[in-house]
């Protein structure tokens, strides 16, 4: 399978990269608080209740990390398939797995960083200057601020995956079965988000629960043991799956169709 030759450049797919996250998150935030909360000991524990204004707070961290660490990736991605493209400007598909992955990765760490303060303000309240504070006092920057970068970085590497390389593929599959073009790229979309989703759940309750205050461990490996001695295996890799899917293939669908079409604008104003 291949891919057609990339109509923006690095800067111009940054911007389209930020642009249309944050869209599609105006769309699906709401699923966001209610994943977290679901994925946390404050549910299991009966500590802590949700509450309808919980689902759209907090929505500036949320849409600030995601936003620019897809705006990063898409940047990446933009290099590195002009570097592999062939002399035709297509992209294998094992070339756009690989750039999937990895472009996935430099926003990992600021992404880590502000859904950390995201679910501590919507578990346990108070400005985020405040948990701010209290993780950098407390645990430092490398252990307390970019905390769980690891588990955020797996986390990504599949989203990317659904946006990038799982879309190209459903879309080339679904092809000789939904020739409707609108109703092709919805499936497609709605299709990798969900094998997205299934590839990223584990990362992202290890992630979720590495950021709750006054977890045992800030260790990506270790959090990992604990939930599996805890919960088993079903609380590592099914727990919670059927919400993080709802909430999932949406974003990745909508997603895929505004970096399609986002380019359209930008080419015009010469991005």
């Given amino acids: 399978m291949t891919i057609g030759p990339a109509q923006l450049t690095p800067c111009g797919d940054f911007v389209n990269g ?28 009966h500590t802590y209740k949700i509450e309808i ?43 756009n797995l690989a750039i999937s992955c990895f472009a996935a990765i430099p926003g990992a760490p600021l992404n880590a960083s502000c859904e950390q303060l995201m ?42 995956l659904g946006v990038r390389a799982f879309n190209d593929i459903a879309k080339e599959k679904l092809q000789p079965v939904v020739p409707n073009p609108f109703v092709h790229e919805v499936c497609s979309g709605l299709s990798s988000g969900a094998v997205a989703a299934f590839l990223m759940h584990p990362f992202d309750i290890i ?47 909508a997603i895929t169709m505004l970096k399609e079409r986002i380019p359209y604008f930008l080419s015009d104003r010469q991005v």
Avoid at 76 to 92: K, W
Avoid at 129 to 152: P, Q
Avoid at 235 to 243: H, M, S
Wanted: net charge positive; hydrophobic share 35%.
């Fill in 18 to 45: 930020g642009v249309c996250t944050t869209l599609a998150l105006a769309f699906t935030h709401p699923a966001k608080p209610l994943k977290n909360y679901l994925s946390t000991e404050c549910y299991w524990m």
């Fill in 119 to 160: 679910i501590r303000k919507q578990l346990y309240g108070r400005r985020l200057t405040d948990h701010f504070k209290t993780i950098y006092l407390t645990e430092g920057i490398c252990k307390g601020v970019f905390k769980g970068s690891v588990a955020t970085a797996g986390r990504d590497i599949s989203l990317n």
């Fill in 53 to 95: 204004k919980d689902l759209h707070l907090p929505f500036f961290p949320h849409s600030l990390s995601r936003s620019l660490a897809q705006s990063a990736a898409f940047a990446t991605y933009n290099i590195g398939r002009q570097h592999l493209q062939d002399n035709n400007g297509v992209l294998s598909t094992n070339s």
């Fill in 207 to 253: 992630k979720t629960r590495m950021h709750q205050a006054g977890f045992e461990s800030n260790n990506f490996r270790t959090t990992a043991k604990i939930i599996f001695h805890q919960e088993g295996i079903h609380g590592l890799l099914f727990r919670n799956l059927a919400p993080r899917t709802i909430a999932m293939s949406p974003l990745v669908c």
